[in-house]
């Protein structure tokens, strides 16, 4: 799969999640456009003055598989400097990264900022939509426990 169907995956998720009942009074307010490498997916209003940054990832295996769920470092340190705006529009505001695992019909989703995190040295695809071998990257770790919401669908 490319990464133009791999980013296809995550919007079909987004746009299900938005107009499902887990999604309360949510409204698409920005989402990347594919191919635009965008540091967020998308941005959410929830009511009149909550706003929800999140970064999607849709894993191929079920959720308990490991202990944790990573998201790499520059990914987040690129969210966090993308998400500053809303931050200071309001300490409500969340950035949150969704975690996808279709296989066993499971959505783990973290605080970025506030849920607690480890970080790890590991030896990742370069990509998680195409092949383009592996390198070394720096990861966060968030515990499967800790996801602020569990869904499942």
Request: contains cysteine; hydrophobic residues 30%; charged residues 30%.
């Amino acid at each position: 799969m490319g990464f133009k169907e791999y980013e296809q995956r995550e919007r079909k998720f987004l746009h299900w999640y938005i107009s499902s009942e887990k999604c309360n009074n949510c409204k698409l307010e920005e989402e990347s456009p594919i191919g635009s490498k965008e540091r967020n997916d998308f941005v959410i209003s929830s009511g009149r003055t909550i706003y929800i940054m999140g970064e999607i990832k849709i894993r191929s295996f079920e959720h308990d598989k490991y202990d944790t769920s990573l998201l790499e470092l520059d990914k987040v340190k690129g969210l966090m400097d993308k998400f500053e705006i809303y931050h200071q529009m309001g300490e409500t505001n969340k950035l949150y990264y969704y975690a996808v695992y279709p296989t066993d019909r499971t959505i783990l989703v973290y605080d970025i900022i506030n849920t607690p995190s480890t970080l790890s040295y590991e030896w990742c695809p370069v990509s998680t939509a195409e092949d383009w071998g592996k390198k070394r990257k720096i990861m966060l770790n968030y515990k499967i426990e800790d996801a602020i919401i569990k869904i499942k669908y």
